[in-house]
């Protein structure tokens, strides 16, 4: 496969963005959208990418702040999140920013997803992975034929996402880590949302919060 996953580390919770593109090809996606995502708003204008979709793996305060900047940089491109997390984008309670002492709203999503969905770019399928816990409606994009799972704030190298917060349920993010993302193949590249990539295999063998079988 062709597909190629570029990373930015922005704002100051250090949230991993992503240009997903592939090679020969003009369209790109954006996964998430942290603070000050100017950084890659000039690697999409340098690439002479055209952005197509901008995807949301969850709505904490981390992964949205920056979307009305992509926005106005990307006129007309829709953005997408899970159903349950539809409100979160515009209500600082939700969205968790309103502890942190600077509310972020920005403009609800174009679309909206269940899970289950297959969505299409360029040559590549992504299946839309429900992951819950970390907050309710929190996704997976899974690419099979690049061996690559875009996870969010689920699971991170040696570590799991948070579920303190009030939207939070631990027993659905260990249901998620263990019954949908530990099925993946091993050899699958996990791009979490803070901090180094890991792989599949790598979690189940070694995750001290939650083992494979």
């Known amino acids: 496969m ?4 570029e ?9 991993n963005c992503y240009i997903v593109s592939e090679a020969g090809a003009a ?34 305060l981390d992964h949205i702040a920056g979307l009305d900047e992509l926005r106005e940089a990307f006129p007309g491109v829709p953005s997408i999140i899970h159903e349950a997390e ?12 309103a502890g942190y002492g600077f509310p972020v709203s920005v403009r ?13 770019f360029g040559g590549s399928s992504w299946k ?14 899974h690419c099979a034929e690049a061996g690559i799972a875009l996870v969010g704030d689920t699971l991170f190298r040696e570590s799991i996402g948070r ?19 530990y099925a993946l193949p091993d050899e699958t590249r996990v791009l979490p949302g803070h901090g180094p990539e890991t792989t599949i295999g790598h979690e189940k063998r070694g995750n001290p919060f939650v083992r494979g079988k």
């Open 2 to 5: 062709s597909v190629r996953v």
């Open 7 to 15: 990373c930015f580390s922005l704002g100051p919770f250090a949230t």
């Open 27 to 60: 369209g790109c996606w954006i996964v998430d959208a942290s603070f000050a995502p100017g950084a890659m708003i000039e690697r999409v204008r340098a690439l002479g990418l055209r952005p197509e979709l901008f995807v949301l793996t969850h709505a904490h």
């Open 86 to 97: 539809k409100k979160f984008l515009e209500d600082p309670e939700l969205n968790l920013s």
């Open 108 to 120: 609800a999503a174009e679309k909206t997803l269940r899970g289950g969905e297959t969505l299409t």
């Open 128 to 141: 839309v992975l429900h992951t819950p816990g970390h907050s309710p409606g929190g996704i997976t994009l």
């Open 163 to 181: 579920y303190d917060f009030p939207t939070s349920d631990e027993a659905e993010l260990m249901r998620s880590i263990r019954e949908v993302l």
